[in-house]
DNA sequence: GCTGTGATTGAGACTCGGTCTCATATATAC
DNA sequence: GTATATATGAGACCGAGTCTCAATCACAGC
């Protein structure tokens, strides 16, 4: 699952970006435009190593710090969230133009599955009042064992 | 917030601990011990750095390697779960003898603030009957600003 | 279009959380 | 008590991510 929004009077990922860096003062370079293309071009959690590869492998040489210093930006902007940290670094994935979904892990083979629901938008809104907070998202992730797994373990 | 569970009949954690060493093949030790007894001597969430320093002053020289290596073993056990990380390393809480609870964090000053819902639990049960999931946990954080850092904003 | 200037890039050094190695020490079974 | 397999500690090592700095480049102003 991946849901999309209806994308007809959206405007697209890379005017999001370019507005985002010049009202921070920052430059549109050809390097953060081909990183965020390059994001927006597979839908899954990635890293940024796969990042860096999937870029080379576009004939594309973009440094590491370059790679790195750009996803904190895309992060900002609201264009890209981090997913989960797993095997010592961070997972990402893009989220601009999709509904907002938690994550089922099965713990056993890590496969990810997405779903929505609307019960926990319920909850936050709940424990934003009660809390006082102004609250600006969540993340809900669910873990266990998927029916293969399972039984795997037998 | 951290409401116990009724304490009365149940184990010690450091009894739960040995039994799972023991059902592991492994030893009970010292270093392991104090260890133990260290992460349940405070309700917070800590990292790894924090609890050596907290053993150095009480007097108990118990090397990094040791404390690196025991954290995984609290986790495995059920008595400790990692909370979030952040600051580039992890962070924990202990749990054995608490009730399940999610955290609500302010981005403006990360404190944390602890609350129960039983609505997770409901979305829990439901998303793992509709993708055949054996469920085994889940971890539920909410992000926003306090009334302190919002009010900093202005 | 050209220029000037401050932002950006890339190479690689560096940091630091966490793991591994291996010699020494110790818990536990007999 | 002894044997032996497991655990510890010191420090080397690893790898994700950051920082430095010289060279490059985007873009505002002419
Ligand atoms: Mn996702
Ligand atoms: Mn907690
Ligand atoms: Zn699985
Ligand atoms: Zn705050």
Chains 1, 2 share one sequence.
Do not use: W
Request: proline share 2%.
């Amino acid at each position: 699952m991946r849901p999309s929004l209806n994308h007809s009077k959206m405007k697209s990922e890379l005017e999001v970006f370019r507005e985002f860096l010049e009202q921070k003062g920052m430059r549109s370079t050809p390097e953060r435009e081909a990183i965020l293309t390059e994001v927006f071009a597979h839908h899954d959690h990635f890293d940024v190593e796969e990042l860096i590869m999937r870029l080379r492998h576009q004939g594309l040489r973009i440094s590491r710090a370059s790679v790195y210093r750009t996803m904190p930006l895309l992060v900002e902007s609201g264009l890209v969230q981090e997913v989960f940290f797993e095997d010592g670094h961070m997972h990402y994935e893009h989220i601009y133009g999709h509904e907002h979904h938690c994550h089922l892990r099965c713990l056993g083979c890590r496969k990810i599955i997405e779903f929505r629901n609307g019960a926990v938008e319920e909850v936050e809104k709940r424990i934003g009042q009660d809390q006082q907070f102004e609250i600006t998202g969540h993340k809900l992730e669910i873990y266990g064992y998927c029916q293969a797994c399972q039984e795997k373990k037998d």
